[in-house]
């Protein structure tokens, strides 16, 4: 009867290796790779828009990009790592646009008012985003929360540095610092999830103000 125990044991012991076995990811070549990183991009934006950062999961991912689950964490360690990237891609998209912009007019007569219709502009196209639509400051904050720090810190570096590449477009006042104008820009876009606190009738009115505010403070 023990032998028989053993066998059985044995037996399901060896399934559940097998079963293991058959789900751990293979290599893959740079195509390979390049192609599922593509595609878990493209799901995980769509998955953004539809369900926002919550509801979004590993498995609903790997299912619509057809990899076994072991793949995904090939490439992300976990599903924040990927949305983080998927919604930094999209804002590095209209930083692009806006550095663009301020390109084309940075020999020309330069006024805070100028200056600040451009960021507006900037702001307003950011909350037309379907991403960040979907996204309130709670599930902002749950996404920061639970990215490593120094990913964040990495992240606020990039915005820093993108601000000061566009900053040095204009003649600033000697005495200003970056890091405190970037500080601001982010403290504005925090306020924008905030707009039906605000309040609709007002809100486009404060943004600008906001923004005009430091705008004057650094020409």
Known sequence: MTKQIHAIILTINLNLVKKDVNVLPKSYSDQEREYIIKRLKEEAAKCL?????????????????????????????????????????????????????????????MSADIFTDLIYGFFKQTEDMPILRMLDTDEVELLIRKLPREVVEAHLKDD?????????????????????????????YFATLHKAEIGEDGYDEALRALIYGIVTQIM
């Open 49 to 109: 828009a539809q369900y926002g950062i919550r509801r979004t999961t590993v498995d609903e991912l790997v299912k619509r990009v057809n990899i076994p689950k072991g793949t995904f964490y090939l490439f992300y360690k976990s599903k924040e790592l990927l949305l983080f990237e998927v919604i930094q891609e999209q804002h590095e998209a209209i930083n692009n646009e806006l550095a663009a912009a301020l390109a084309e007019i940075a020999d020309k007569p």
């Open 160 to 188: 820093t540095d993108t601000i000061g590449q566009m900053l040095a477009y204009f003649p600033l006042r000697k005495d200003v610092d970056v890091k405190v104008i970037s500080a601001a820009f982010h403290a504005i």
